[in-house]
């Protein structure tokens, strides 16, 4: 089974940063990729960025190409989302998830809010 933790959200203003993080439980964390998922207020929830098991391939919502960096590390069981230059629209839930034997797993998500 897997747990997913993320940390890191918090208010921030536009064209600031932040780096959320997202904690994997279990010994299998090596064997799935990871994706950032996000809800913003009255709107569906979408794909931001995903990183492979390896890390060697990363992928990117053209939203955010160019400003957030997603990278692991896997001594620490942890998929980061660093975020730059800050957008108003960027506010949402951000939710990380995985897969592994076919069972999707998600955090319960941690809250960015950009002010203008």
């Known amino acids: 089974q897997v747990q997913l933790v993320e940390s890191g959200g918090g208010l921030v203003q536009a064209g600031g940063s932040l780096r959320l993080s997202c904690s994997a439980s279990?010994?299998?964390?090596?064997?799935?990729?990871i994706g950032w998922f996000r809800q913003a207020p009255g709107k569906e929830r979408e794909f931001v960025a995903a990183i492979t098991s390896s890390g060697d391939n990363t992928y990117y919502a053209d939203s955010v190409k160019g400003r957030f960096t997603i990278s692991r590390d896997s001594a620490k069981n942890t998929v980061y989302l660093q975020m730059f230059s800050l957008k108003p629209e960027d506010t949402a839930v951000y939710y990380c998830?995985?897969?592994?034997?076919?069972?999707?797993?998600w955090g319960k998500g941690t809250l960015v809010t950009v002010s203008s």
């Open positions: 998830s995985g897969r592994l034997n076919g069972i999707d797993y």
């Open positions: 279990g010994r299998s964390f090596s064997r799935y990729g």
